[in-house]
């Protein structure tokens, strides 16, 4: 049974970090790309950063770089945003996303995170 569960989000005050993580399972999870999308009210999901199989190419959308990073590690199982210097238009729902040769993906169920002061 292929599982993706995300943990870390919560709420934080503008300025100050958080760390997500996403541990999978069901899959072989070195032969798969794996990204982070957000999903804030009213408006369609976007990507938010991207990984490699192998860990060495990232990509990052323009309103996120410089400010988050994101890794995996290949013997956990998991990829991880690190979030600094959050704001409050970060306000989303994020989920991790599993991705092979573009027709196989996975989803998991999201985890909430809230920038407000």
């Known amino acids: 049974q292929v599982r993706l569960v995300e943990s870390g989000g919560g709420l934080v005050q503008p300025g100050r970090s958080l760390s997500l993580s996403c541990a999978t399972s069901g899959f072989t999870f070195s032969l798969y790309a794996m990204s982070w999308y957000r999903q804030a009210p009213g408006k369609q999901r976007e990507l938010v950063a991207g990984?490699?199989?192998?860990?060495?190419?990232?990509n990052y959308a323009d309103s996120v770089k410089g400010r988050f990073t994101i890794s995996r590690d290949n013997a956990k199982n998991t990829v991880y945003l690190q979030m600094n210097g959050l704001k409050p238009e970060d306000t989303a729902v994020y989920y991790c996303h599993a991705a092979r040769a573009t027709v196989i993906n996975y989803w998991g169920q999201g985890t909430q995170v809230t920038v407000s002061s």
């Open positions: 990984i490699d199989k192998f860990g060495g190419s990232t």
